[in-house]
């Protein structure tokens, strides 16, 4: 949510439309405004398995890769990546771009 309230904010400001007139691909450009609320996220999520195993004793039994994967699967769907891809395609394709 908020990397799609600072899209909103760059395309009101204008700065979208510079950012678009750098000779890099409109997904390069999105993955690099998106990236760093994913890592916030992994940090959140690493500081919230730590809390758990030195406050509660509750330790992660199983693979921790398939754990980081699945966390980035539901950062994805809650950052709805795949949607703003899908818009913002469809915005350059009609020139809006």
């Known amino acids: 949510m908020i990397a799609a309230a600072s899209l909103v904010a760059d395309k009101e400001r204008g700065t979208f439309e510079q950012l678009l007139a750098i000779p890099l691909s409109l997904a390069a450009i999105m993955v690099g405004k998106i990236l760093p609320y994913v890592g916030i996220g992994f ?17 992660v ?14 950062q994805a769907h809650h950052h709805d990546i795949r949607h703003l891809f899908f818009r913002l395609g469809a915005q350059r394709a009609r020139g809006e771009y």
């Open 43 to 59: 940090v959140a999520f690493g500081m919230m398995l730590t809390g758990n195993y030195l406050c509660d004793g509750i330790a």
């Open 61 to 74: 039994q199983g693979s921790l890769v398939l754990l980081a994967v699945v966390a980035l699967g539901v």
